[in-house]
């Protein structure tokens, strides 16, 4: 059935209605079905210059989510799509829905199960910030159900959280800050934000009062009322307490979290937004500190792993083990494989049975066999041959030896890979050779740079095991890329030595092969 074969139907249905009471709630199954009359964002996208790319579903402009809900798929069964139609199958009463009508607005709205929804959409307009008209066709519905962002620019002036209160102040734009010329200071920075976050809060707070004052005109539904006051009065806490990158002391974020945390209410079935909150706090109060290192910076996962397991409140939240699984994940991802492989055991050891198996299958790649290898460099080549560091070393003997560390994925290493090819023609005739080591952890996106970054026909290898390999802590390659050379004996004599790009690095070579 079209569009229009649809409307008529449902005219013909509500006439044959007349004037007999409509419950606000029906009885129906369990599904809503979205429509969209006219262009959708998601059906053309374009890039910022105008172009278009190609087609995308549907889906991608609709994000369901029900109203028990913090993460979008909980209790949604199913999502189908045919033409301008999106049917959502749930297992709860309430479905809110944040429609993407162009690249920088959005509209929401809530549905009950059992409800078609109409979106119409201006064709000629696919930028325009006009909000869409949205209609429930089956029942009447409460005019702030499906219309509440539409009257709240009207009221307040503002668009989608860009902008503060037009009619009372000047333009407070996010885009400022993202266009923020930090050379004025981390201090005019946190002042810039700091004014940022106290207008959004006030608007909050008159946003939260004039819900109310809809609420009591019976403007809305007592759901879509519950979600909207929820919103806002959690998102001005939040901001009131976190600000625009929720950024928050540690001694601050924990004591939010003991004070605000409620068991009841996290679990309740209308206290979304107040579970976002706490999951906002809650990953502040855990994140792991960052240390210095002698390249740059890194996570203290130890001081957070510690922290986890010395609290006992977040033990009886539903956090515990999404953050102590991100800990393992950075210890795995940061430290020797064996220091990752004490602190995983002991976790499993002591972990609940559940938990003990999603670790364990968690890790189980982590700690093959060829990665817990520590005295030994292992490599595999391009066709798959696995070898060692020492024996291609000893193969070289006799030549100087300069080898790259480096990653597909590591922008700085592939920068340096033409400055490289130029490198090894200019000694192409001499006694030095060009030994490629890469970090990649899939050896598919290793093969598949390698024709573009001109090194299909160097000595090029995987490393298996760098997260075991003494020689790798023990040299501290972890961040690269990073250059080492050796002389023509198999001495190191240089383990931090110039890029490719470097005029110094030509010297060097020059020297050795004399």
């Not at 929804?117 to 064709?123: A, N, Q």
């Not at 207008?199 to 019976?218: M, Q, V, Y």
């Not at 901001?239 to 605000?260: C, I, N, P, T």
Request: aromatic share 14%; proline share 4%; charged share 30%.
């Amino acid at each position: 059935m079209n569009l229009s074969e649809f409307l008529k139907s449902a005219t013909i249905v509500f006439i044959l209605a007349g004037c007999s009471p409509r419950p606000e709630v029906p009885e129906m199954n369990n599904e809503v079905v979205i429509i969209v009359d006219g262009l959708a964002y998601s059906e053309r996208f374009y890039h910022e210059y105008g172009k278009e790319e190609g087609a995308y579903s549907m889906l991608e402009n609709l994000t369901p989510f029900t109203y028990s809900s913090i993460d979008p798929a909980e209790h949604i069964t199913d999502i189908r799509e045919n033409g301008d139609t999106t049917t959502v199958s749930l297992d709860a009463d309430w479905l809110f829905v944040k429609y993407n009508f162009n690249p920088y607005a959005s509209s929401d709205f809530i549905a009950h199960k059992g409800d078609t929804v109409l979106i119409r959409r201006d064709t000629a307009k696919v930028y325009s910030r006009a909000q869409p008209q949205i209609s429930i066709l089956n029942r009447e519905a409460r005019p702030m159900d499906v219309g509440y962002r539409k009257a709240y620019l009207e009221r307040f002036g503002s668009y989608d959280g860009l902008r503060i209160d037009e009619t009372e102040r000047h333009l407070t734009l996010l885009w400022d800050i993202y266009d923020f010329d930090i050379s004025r200071g981390v201090k005019a920075w946190r002042e810039y934000q700091e004014i940022h976050d106290n207008a959004i809060s006030e608007s909050l707070a008159k946003e939260n009062a004039w819900i109310d004052s809809l609420n009591s005109a019976g403007m809305f539904s007592g759901p879509a009322y519950r979600y909207f006051k929820e919103r806002t009065a959690w998102s001005q806490k939040q901001r009131h307490e976190f600000g625009y990158k929720y950024s928050v002391g540690e001694a601050k974020a924990d004591s939010l979290f003991k004070a605000d945390y409620d068991k009841e209410k996290f679990d309740s079935d209308v206290y979304g937004f107040y579970r976002r909150y706490i999951s906002n706090v809650a990953y502040a109060s855990y994140f792991p500190k960052y240390v210095q290192i002698s390249q740059g910076s890194t996570c203290d996962w130890e001081y957070t792993y510690a922290k986890l397991q010395k609290d006992t409140l977040i033990k009886e939240t539903p956090f515990f083990e999404t953050f102590m699984a991100r800990t393992l994940d950075g210890m795995v991802q940061d430290f020797p494989k064996h220091r990752s492989k004490e602190y995983v055991d002991k976790t499993i050891a002591v972990s609940d049975t559940a938990f003990a198996y999603k670790l364990t299958e968690r890790y189980k790649d982590a700690f093959a066999e060829d990665q817990m290898v520590e005295n030994e460099v292992l490599l595999m080549s391009p066709e798959g041959r696995k070898t060692t560091l020492s024996k291609i070393l000893n193969d070289l003997k006799g030549k100087v030896i300069y080898v790259d560390f480096w990653a597909s994925w590591c922008r700085p290493c592939c920068a340096e890979m033409e400055p490289a090819a130029e490198l090894r023609e200019k000694f192409e005739d001499k006694d030095v050779e060009f030994l490629y080591l890469s970090k990649d952890e899939e050896h598919d996106k290793m093969c598949g740079s390698l024709e573009k970054l001109q090194l299909q026909d160097c000595k090029v290898y995987r490393i298996l095991n760098p997260k075991a390999a003494k020689f790798m802590y023990e040299y501290n390659i972890d961040l690269i890329p990073r250059y080492m050379i050796m002389d023509s004996n198999g001495k190191i004599v240089n383990d931090n030595a110039p890029r490719p790009s470097s005029e110094e690095i030509r010297h060097i070579f020059n020297g050795l092969i004399q």
